[in-house]
């Protein structure tokens, strides 16, 4: 329950959300111990984790996107003709 992991706290360890943040999404060192802080400590819920990280992945691949759009008019310089 939501009064129970405010005052228990959570395992980040085994979070499958915690580790898309630590191996993808947050490569700030800092941020990612203030995350498992918060994790632990119960200042953070599981959902409120889940719609960070959602908001990460939405940012992420609409930059991608667009990159991949952008090297569409380069491909030319890469292709190997016979």
Known sequence: TIKE??????????????????????PDDRELANLEHECKGGSILCGECKERLS??????????QHKREQAKHHLEKFMVRD
């Open 5 to 26: 992991q405010k005052e228990k706290g959570a395992n980040y360890s085994i979070c499958p959300i915690y580790h898309y943040y630590r191996l993808l999404f947050m």
């Open 55 to 64: 908001k990460r992945v939405t940012a992420f691949l609409s930059d991608h």
